[in-house]
């Protein structure tokens, strides 16, 4: 995708993917997962997460994962190249003899930081003799956007050969996309929701913050304003930027959507731990509307469930608009068109990534 070209092998039997999931994801779909040999990056754990309640009650989540981790357990057993902090590690890589490498720039596993950086890890992974294919993931392109996904999807596809299901599927998640923007496409200014995407993060709270917020240069606000068509209520710049008890009063959005943020973050934490009393006056606390988005650890460029976090935003944004979805059905199929299994596997994942709430709420 950066207009190399790269001789691939007739044969891939080992594969290195530095990409916090997004082609092992791809992979598992057209049945080769078992050719993964080697990870970057932290994102094949799983995860638990506990609050207290203003109440003493405890809200307990467990086992907390990437589908792809559900659906592929032995990734978690294989060698990780990359770890928070620190450069690839080549001697390991060379050491996996991979038929190829797939780099997906903007991955949290892969946060090059510059051009600069990035050519140079490309030439090191080339002088091992090594076939590299770089993708380039949202954050990495001129402005944060998914409408490439599918480009980076099609031209994994032509790697294995695979082109055809590869379309099919970056064709589906494009048209599940579409759908969003065809029913807000026409809403008036004036009538479009202040939303924000406020992360509950304890380091923002142990820093003195009520938690962090994402500006309008951001992929998260690109989901608010460009696909859901509704307004960033945080009209500031950058990203996991945290903000004060103040500042997110004074920001007053209409709907709160949750993300990852150093743990996962229910409804319930917003409404209930003791130290968020202070935000019960927010127009979403009192009205109800704040709502949780998938759990997603390490999720910088967005894996093959993006779509899921976008249907979120847009029913919390216009319930109306979309009042004949009942998301946590259309969530089912959506991992059942996605990586072809089968409802009950459908409804763990549902689970693994914490979504369970929509089926209480009937959202």
């Known amino acids: 995708m950066r207009g190399r070209t790269v001789e691939i092998p007739a044969t891939i039997d080992r594969v ?29 754990k799983d995860y638990n997460y506990t609050f207290e309640a203003k109440s003493g009650g405890t809200y307990e989540y467990q086992n907390g994962m990437n ?32 038929d190829v490498v797939f780099l997906r720039a903007g991955a ?46 099609r031209l994994v596809g032509e790697v294995f050969a695979r082109q055809e299901d590869s379309d099919a599927l970056a064709s589906y998640l494009e048209g599940e996309i579409a759908v969003i923007r065809e029913r807000t496409k026409d809403i008036p200014d004036s009538e479009k929701p202040r939303m924000m995407q406020f992360g509950l993060s304890p380091r923002a709270r142990q820093g003195g913050g009520a938690g962090m917020a994402w500006g309008g240069d951001t992929i998260e606000s690109y ?29 007053d959005p209409d709907v709160v959507v949750l993300p990852t943020a150093q743990g996962y973050h229910p409804a319930e ?39 899921i976090e976008a249907m979120v935003i847009a029913k919390a944004a216009y319930p109306d608009r979309f009042a004949d979805i009942n998301v946590g059905e259309w969530t089912l199929d959506f991992y059942q068109q996605v990586y072809g299994v089968d409802e009950a596997t459908a409804k763990e994942l549902r689970s693994v990534q914490w979504m369970d709430w929509m089926v209480e709420e009937t959202f």
Not at 16 to 44: A, H, K
Not at 275 to 290: P, T
């Open 16 to 44: 290195v993917c530095i990409d916090d999931g997004f082609v092992e994801g791809i992979m598992y779909r057209f049945g080769m997962q078992d050719r993964v040999v080697g990870l970057g990056g932290e994102w094949i």
């Open 67 to 98: 589908p792809v981790r559900y659906l592929v357990p032995d990734l978690a057993d294989l060698p990780v190249l990359v770890t928070s902090g620190t450069a690839i590690n080549y001697e390991t890589l060379a050491s996996l003899e991979p």
């Open 108 to 153: 949290w596993a892969f946060s090059a930081g510059s051009d600069e950086s990035l050519e140079k890890t490309i030439q090191t992974i080339d002088s091992l003799g090594i076939p590299l294919v770089v993708l380039v993931g949202p954050p990495y392109q001129e402005r944060p956007t998914v409408d490439h996904v599918g480009e980076e999807i």
């Open 223 to 251: 989901f608010i304003e460009e696909i859901a068509n509704a307004k960033n209520a945080y009209e500031g710049t950058g990203a996991f930027v945290v903000v004060s008890t103040e500042q997110v009063l004074a920001l």
């Open 269 to 307: 934490e917003l409404y209930t731990a003791p130290y968020y009393q202070n935000l019960q006056e927010l127009s979403a606390v009192r009205n109800h509307r704040v709502y949780a988005l998938p759990w997603t650890p390490y999720n910088w460029a967005k894996r093959l469930e993006y779509p």
